[in-house]
C-alpha cells in the first residue's frame, strides 16, 4: 500500500510560481512512476506531467509545457511540481499519483493523494 501526501497549494497572482510536494510511503516508491493531474470545477480531470521511477524520462501536457517542471526525489520519497508564469486557467485541485506504468490516463494509477488547491488570480 501506497500513500500519497501533496503540500504547496495557495493563492498566487499570474505570472507567479508555487512548487507543490508529493510525499509518498512505502519503499516501491522508486519502482513507480509519479504524475500529476488537476481538475478545475465543472471539468474532467486532466494530465499535467508524468515522471519515470528513475527521473530520466519526463512527459508534460501541451498546455503547461515549457512553464512546469516535474521532478524527484528517491532518497527523499517526495516527488514536486514546479510551476512558473502561473495562468488564471491553472486554477484546479492539484493530485499527485503514482503506479507501476508511465501513463498520461488517470486509469494508469492506483495510488492517489487527497489533492491542494491552486488558485490564480489575474
Known amino acids: 500500500q501506497v500513500q500519497l501526501v501533496e503540500s504547496g497549494g495557495g493563492l498566487v ?3 507567479g510560481s508555487l512548487r507543490l510536494s508529493c510525499a509518498a510511503s512505502g519503499r516501491t516508491f522508486r519502482n513507480y512512476a509519479m504524475a500529476w493531474f488537476r481538475q478545475a470545477p465543472g471539468k474532467e480531470r486532466e494530465f499535467v506531467a508524468v ?3 528513475s527521473g530520466a524520462t519526463t512527459t508534460y501536457a501541451d498546455s503547461v509545457r515549457g512553464r512546469f517542471t516535474i521532478s524527484r526525489e528517491n ?3 517526495t516527488a514536486y511540481l514546479l510551476m512558473n508564469n502561473l495562468k ?3 486554477t484546479a485541485v ?3 499519483a503514482g503506479g507501476p506504468a508511465y501513463s498520461v490516463r488517470p486509469d494508469g494509477y492506483a495510488y492517489w493523494g487527497q489533492g491542494t488547491q491552486v488558485s490564480v488570480s489575474s
Do not use: L, V
Open 94 to 96: 492539484y493530485y499527485c
Open 88 to 90: 488564471p486557467e491553472d
Open 51 to 53: 515522471i519515470s521511477g
Open 75 to 77: 532518497t527523499k520519497n
Open 13 to 15: 497572482q499570474a505570472g
